[in-house]
């Protein structure tokens, strides 16, 4: 099979729009139904109500978690409530790959833990590769996915959207039969 993948030479939210038309192309041609998005302040997950609003798909925009409050980094209530009016799934928690009980350790004690090697693994083909992965085993976590059906996740670095790829979702504790299937955007 031939698929194209578009390689970015920027990071960040100038290749939003590309990112999520790639991905709906994608989605139609493998007739995938489930969308997750990686939304911070809701930008991106506004853009993405649009753009897949014809597929019938299950859109989860998952936000980063709560933890990130002094940062100032979430989404106001009233964006949330609009995205779920919509009809997008919208969902805060903790981090899959990261920022949880074994980070606070490592953080004052020193060491690495599973989720940060992972988390870095996945770093190394963009930010958005590791949030990408992250929400989708979020996504599967709070019962908001199937795991059984493909998915394409779209997430960036910073802020929008600058990857997209096709898993094949997991549990974190079935993390081990994740499948990242195609890559369908990254910066290059």
Same mark, same amino acid.
């Given at each position: ?8 030479? /920027?990071? #960040?939210?100038?290749?939003? +729009?590309? /990112? ?8 139609? @041609? =493998? #007739? ?5 998005? @990686? ?8 853009? $993405? !109500?649009?753009?897949?609003? &014809?597929? #019938? ?5 998952? /936000?980063?978690?709560?933890?990130? /409050? ?5 989404? *106001? &209530?009233?964006? %949330? ?9 919208? =969902? ?7 920022? &949880? ?9 020193? #060491? ?6 992972? $988390? ?14 992250? !929400?989708?085993?979020?996504? @599967?976590? $709070?019962?908001? !996915? ?5 998915? !394409?996740?779209?997430?960036?670095? +910073? %802020? ?11 549990? @974190? %504790? &079935? ?11 990254? *910066? %290059?």
């Amino acid at each position: 099979m031939d698929v194209n993948v578009k390689y970015f030479e /920027t990071k #960040g939210n100038v290749n939003t +729009d590309e /990112t999520l038309k790639v991905a709906k192309e994608r989605a139609k @041609a =493998l #007739g995938i139904k489930q969308i997750v998005v @990686a939304s911070t302040y809701g930008e991106t997950g506004k853009k $993405a !109500i649009e753009v897949f609003k &014809d597929l #019938g798909v299950n859109l989860v925009i998952v /936000t980063i978690s709560s933890g990130f /409050t002094k940062e100032g980094w979430i989404m *106001p &209530d009233n964006v %949330r409530k609009e995205l779920e009016s919509k009809g997008a799934k919208v =969902l805060t928690c903790i981090h899959a790959l990261g920022d &949880d009980v074994s980070s606070a350790f490592s953080s004052k004690f020193g #060491g690495h833990n599973p989720n940060q090697i992972v $988390a870095e693994v996945l770093r190394r083909f963009s930010q958005g590769m590791k949030v990408a992965v992250e !929400i989708v085993i979020m996504s @599967a976590e $709070a019962g908001l !996915i199937d795991v059984n059906q493909e998915t !394409i996740a779209i997430a960036g670095t +910073d %802020r929008g959207a600058d990857t997209a790829i096709v898993v094949k979702p997991s549990y @974190a %504790r &079935d993390f081990l039969s994740f499948e990242i299937k195609e890559i369908l955007a990254k *910066p %290059r």
